[in-house]
């Protein structure tokens, strides 16, 4: 599919025009950022991976009738998908304190949450991404009340879902950060951007080990080891040899006798 011009770049994605009326191009890159861009890197493989991995969740969604943007992965790095107005607000949902939530209020590290958390966030990178409360929300208009509470049943349903889906291959999901956008002449809100170990907290069940950007944030160590992990237990991995292409030496054709 011919990529048009470059409608957006963030940290780890860029966005494309694509050829189809109301659609765009995803393209993931290796680039990694921590602690609001202050700590960044290249990591080859880590956009392959994610895309892969946020292509089997978001259809997986889409199945279960959670409406997504995606449409369908085109390549490695690429996903064709419904252009979106991004809601300024990042949902935050938690199901086990760490992170920032045992920072900024003192929780224990490891908290089991009674009940799932849902925490907002603006985006805004200047600001340093700050928590904003549902009455903030409101006020300035970042979201109508019918929105607001249709996304939070659709953070409901999507933890539900993936804590099950995790469980079922040995992986704890700590927590998770979803964007939702409007689509279409009607404003549908739908889920947008990516679900990936970029965005997801995930603990191996038994030995609590980091599959997730906090082998990153953390220097923990091989990052992409950690995500293949995840894609091999959710079985995606089975284009293993494209993250890095395996060349084989070119074969020396034994000579034959002429008669
Ligand atoms: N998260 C994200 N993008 C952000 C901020 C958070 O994907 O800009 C995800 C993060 O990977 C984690 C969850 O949201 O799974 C909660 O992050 P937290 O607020 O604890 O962020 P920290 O400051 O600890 O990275």
New binding site residues.
């Given amino acids: 599919m011919k990529k048009g011009k470059k409608l957006y770049e963030g940290k780890a994605k860029i966005i494309y025009a694509s050829p189809e009326k109301n659609l765009v191009i995803q393209h993931f890159k290796d680039d990694a950022t921590a602690f609001n861009n202050q700590k960044k890197a290249t990591i080859d493989g880590k956009g392959i991976l994610n895309n892969r991995i946020s292509e089997y969740i978001l259809s997986n969604l889409n199945e279960v009738g959670i409406k997504n943007h995606l449409i369908k992965r085109i390549n490695m790095r690429e996903q064709l998908v419904k252009s979106v107005e991004i809601i300024p607000i ?1 949902f ?1 949902v ?1 199901n086990i304190a ?4 045992t920072k900024r209020l003192g929780i224990e590290e490891g908290t089991i949450l009674d009940y799932p958390l849902i925490e907002y ?1 603006l985006k805004n990178d200047d600001l340093g ?1 700050p928590l904003v409360s549902r009455e903030h929300i409101l006020s300035f208009n970042w979201m109508n009340i019918m929105e607001l509470e249709l996304i939070n049943d659709q953070c409901k349903r999507i933890n539900d879902f993936l804590q099950g889906m995790f469980r079922g291959v040995g992986i704890k999901l700590v ?3 979803l964007e939702f956008g409007r689509s279409g002449q009607d404003n549908e809100i739908i889920l947008a951007d990516e679900i990936s170990p ?4 995930l603990w191996d069940s038994r030995t609590e080990k980091k599959l ?2 906090d082998i990153f ?1 953390k220097d923990l160590g091989n990052l992409i080891e950690g995500y293949q992990e995840v894609a091999k237990r959710l079985d995606i991995l089975h284009e293993q040899s494209n993250i890095r292409p395996i060349k084989f030496p070119k074969p020396k054709a034994v000579k034959i006798k002429k008669k």
């Fill in positions: 990042e935050v938690r760490t992170g920032s939530l966030c991404d927590d998770f950060k970029d965005t997801c907290r997730d950007k944030r």
